[in-house]
């Protein structure tokens, strides 16, 4: 008994340790996705819309994951320093000026976040300190 005691309370704290860990990381994931969804509501819908699907051949959609899965890396540039010059996503070119955001990492981070893991795209958490990695890559 004290053996099988033995084993199995270790692993019980491993277990419970494992579950406190992954609803850390939830309830981390939550906050930014909300909050990325009150500032895309605020800052980017008017152009980009509520279900991300842009503006005919003015605003591009944030829609094309394959798009937003390559530009991982730049979206925070996009966010914070607008964007200017032809693009091409989901097979069509756009060649309008995107403003720059006036937006905190911190509110880039969620932002990035909630259009990463709406429309259809399943890009996970992007925190803050990715984000300062990513604009100090800006060109």
């Given at each position: 008994?004290?053996k099988a005691l033995a084993v199995f309370v270790p692993l019980l704290v491993i277990i419970v340790a494992a579950v406190s860990c992954q609803n850390q990381d939830q309830l981390e994931y939550a906050r930014y996705y909300t909050g990325g969804k009150l500032i895309y509501q605020q800052?980017?819908?008017?152009?980009?819309?509520?279900?991300?699907?842009?503006?005919?051949?003015?605003?591009?959609?944030?829609?094309?994951?394959?798009?937003?899965?390559?530009?991982?890396?730049?979206?925070?540039?996009?966010?914070?320093?607008?964007?200017?010059?032809?693009?091409?996503?989901?097979?069509?070119?756009?060649?309008?000026?995107?403003?720059?955001?006036?937006?905190?990492?911190?509110?880039?981070?969620?932002?990035?976040?909630?259009?990463?893991?709406?429309?259809?795209?399943?890009?996970?958490?992007?925190?803050?300190?990715?984000?300062?990695?990513?604009?100090?890559?800006?060109?």
């Amino acid at each position: 008994m004290k053996k099988a005691l033995a084993v199995f309370v270790p692993l019980l704290v491993i277990i419970v340790a494992a579950v406190s860990c992954q609803n850390q990381d939830q309830l981390e994931y939550a906050r930014y996705y909300t909050g990325g969804k009150l500032i895309y509501q605020q800052k980017c819908q008017n152009c980009h819309g509520s279900k991300g699907e842009g503006l005919s051949a003015l605003i591009p959609p944030l829609t094309d994951t394959l798009y937003l899965k390559q530009n991982k890396a730049k979206l925070a540039c996009f966010v914070q320093n607008g964007m200017s010059g032809f693009i091409r996503v989901s097979g069509k070119m756009y060649d309008n000026k995107m403003p720059p955001s006036g937006l905190s990492p911190i509110e880039i981070a969620q932002v990035v976040t909630y259009i990463g893991n709406s429309f259809g795209n399943k890009m996970r958490l992007i925190d803050v300190k990715q984000v300062e990695v990513d604009l100090k890559k800006c060109d």
